[in-house]
């Protein structure tokens, strides 16, 4: 029983497949697999997803290259960078380019088309997240 997305979730999901992940595909020349994405407040509260989260508004996804290695995962965090088309970028649990993510979390912000999001600019931060903390990646 799924529940059906909001206008602004869909809306914003869209703006990632079409200005993040397509432009990151077609330089890649991979498949990216999308792993998580638009998640309710209360699914997300039950996987231990952040309260502020922009799963739950449709701005972020979270993504594998295919084949998951470490090497596809750095050219697709570079690409993803290069593009600069990110508010946030992390990757998630393993250090920083010398080991191999579980995902690339990305998240995108087109400033008034989520009217639900108090998220309205592209902060352009880099993390990593690895042994249950964040770190700003230079």
Same mark, same amino acid.
């Given at each position: 029983? +799924?529940?059906?997305? &909001?206008?602004?979730?869909? /809306?914003?999901?869209?703006? #990632? ?13 991979? &498949? ?5 994405? *638009? +998640?309710?407040?209360? +699914?997300?509260?039950? $996987? ?13 996804? /979270?993504?594998?290259?295919? &084949?998951?290695?470490?090497?596809? *995962?750095?050219?697709?965090? %570079? ?7 990110? /508010?946030? #970028? $992390? ?19 087109? &400033? ?17 997240? *690895?042994? %249950? ?6």
């Amino acid at each position: 029983n +799924r529940e059906k997305i &909001p206008k602004g979730a869909e /809306d914003s999901l869209k703006a #990632i497949a079409v200005n993040v992940l397509q432009p990151a595909r077609n330089t890649l020349r991979l &498949p990216i697999r999308v792993t998580s994405a *638009y +998640r309710t407040a209360l +699914r997300n509260a039950a $996987i231990g997803g952040a309260p502020t989260s922009q799963h739950v508004t449709g701005q972020a996804v /979270d993504v594998q290259p295919v &084949p998951p290695t470490r090497e596809n *995962y750095k050219k697709l965090f %570079d690409i993803l960078v290069k593009n600069g088309k990110y /508010d946030q #970028i $992390i990757w998630e649990n393993g250090l920083a380019f010398s080991e191999t993510p579980s995902h690339i979390h990305i998240s995108y912000v087109v &400033p008034g088309l989520n009217p639900t999001s108090t998220y309205n600019t592209n902060r352009k931060t880099k993390y990593q997240y *690895y042994q %249950d903390r964040y770190t700003l990646i230079a």
